[in-house]
């Protein structure tokens, strides 16, 4: 089935480091990507997204890449700081339209130790 | 910066009752979605909402879900007759006409 997946469940960085957070997706229809934080006990919190149109995007300390070639994002986080540490997902969407859903991956728990 | 906030935090519910899990989207955003957690796994789409009308719904929406706006601030998910496996964190988004949508802290929904 169609589905959107991360290849590390774990990364463990040392603070200052730069961190790659990689993610392979399936389904090549797929028009908008985006990347989710999660802290322990809280909700999913934006990070950065991505448009089809695109292969490459930046935010503050972060950066989205995106090849469609191969079906692969990647988030890269600039100097990881300890308050980064979280579990970072993946999510599609067939059409960036609103009202649809987000097909999320699996999850890579971030752990930076200073 | 608005954000989006669900009560209660944590749900304790007999199972085959039914439970009501509440969201107060961000102001001005017109779309708006339930999705669930259950502990460890990814996070799952239930449904979307807009104009007090389904937009999309899973195969995980099953006939015992319903959602609604019952007045300009609220949204809810209700769940008629809740299973064992219906335990998870649910949770409560909202969009403008363009994502990205946003999460709130969820509400922790534990059936006995």
């Known amino acids: 089935g169609e589905s959107v997946g991360l290849h590390l469940p774990t990364l463990s960085v040392q603070e200052g480091d730069n961190s790659i957070i990689n993610c392979a997706y399936s389904?090549?229809?797929?028009?908008?990507f985006i990347w989710y934080k999660q802290e322990s006990g809280k909700g999913p919190q934006f990070i950065i997204d991505i448009r089809s149109n695109m292969d490459k995007r930046q935010g503050q300390r972060v950066t989205v890449l995106l090849n469609k070639t191969v079906k692969h994002l990647s988030l890269q986080i600039a100097a990881t700081q300890p308050g980064d540490s979280a579990v970072y997902f993946c999510a599609e969407n067939k059409s960036g339209q609103a009202g649809t859903a987000l097909i999320f991956g699996k999850g890579t728990t971030l752990s930076v130790s200073s | 910066e608005p954000e989006v906030t669900q009560t209660p935090s944590h749900q304790v519910t007999q199972m085959g009752q039914e439970v009501i899990l509440r969201c107060v989207p961000i102001s001005n955003h017109l779309y708006f979605y339930w999705y669930r957690q259950i502990l460890g796994q990814k996070v799952e789409f239930l449904v979307s909402?807009?104009?007090?009308?389904?937009?999309?719904k899973s195969e995980i929406f099953d006939d015992q879900f319903s959602v609604e706006r019952p007045d300009g601030s609220n949204f809810t998910l209700k769940i008629r007759s809740t299973k064992l496996e219906d335990s998870a964190m649910y949770f409560c988004?909202?969009?403008?006409?363009?994502?990205?949508?946003?999460f709130g802290d969820g509400t922790r929904l534990s059936i006995l």
């Open positions: 988004a909202s969009s403008e006409d363009r994502q990205p949508q946003h």
């Open positions: 389904n090549s229809a797929s028009d908008y």
């Open positions: 909402f807009y104009n007090n009308e389904i937009s999309e």
